[in-house]
């Protein structure tokens, strides 16, 4: 039975086997650590009983108005833990967070275009492509450095009962990175 628990400082140290994934984004030390200042609750490692992290989510709230929002930075799962349902858990968290903490509109996330089974999680979630943000990948703003695309999918929360957040052409709408705040 693995333990979904804060992120300690001290799990940068441990979270290698994670972070070696083609789809994971790995960030600077001083980044880990902001959100770990900054956002402490929104920041968890899911822990094997063996004390092998399984994965991580780190998490954020930010926007103003009608567009402040739970913002899900990083969420990833070693190879080896995937399909045990660790991400719906961990995604679970940062929403149940994101809506009666932070009493957010809704919950974001940037998945890479290319990354299929990533995106098919989250729909099966209740997310939704809200919009294309062009050479996202390729900017620095993700962290990586290829010229690759990403999409903004959201989930409204109870907050946001006129469903706002909600966008049926997401994937035609199209917008620069450099326009993403």
Known sequence: MSVLRPFRATDL???NN????????????SF?????????????VQ???NGRLMGYVLGKAEGVGQE?????TAITVSPQYRRLGLARGMMHLIEQISDE??????????????????????????YSVW???????????????????????????SRDTARRSVRTNGESVHVSAHNVT
């Open 13 to 15: 140290f441990r979270f």
């Open 131 to 157: 919009r294309r943000i062009i050479g996202y990948y390729g900017t620095g703003m993700g962290g990586g450095k290829d010229d690759e695309d990403a999409f903004d999918m959201r989930k409204p929360l």
């Open 47 to 49: 822990e094997a009983p």
């Open 68 to 72: 402040f929002h739970g913002h899900v």
């Open 101 to 126: 903490v932070y009493h957010a509109f809704f919950v974001d996330l940037f998945v890479r275009c290319k990354n299929q089974i990533a995106k098919t999680l989250y729909q099966s979630m209740g």
């Open 32 to 44: 880990y650590l902001s959100y770990l200042s900054r956002w402490p609750d929104m920041c968890y």
């Open 18 to 29: 994670i972070n070696l994934d083609p789809w994971t984004e790995t960030y600077s030390i």
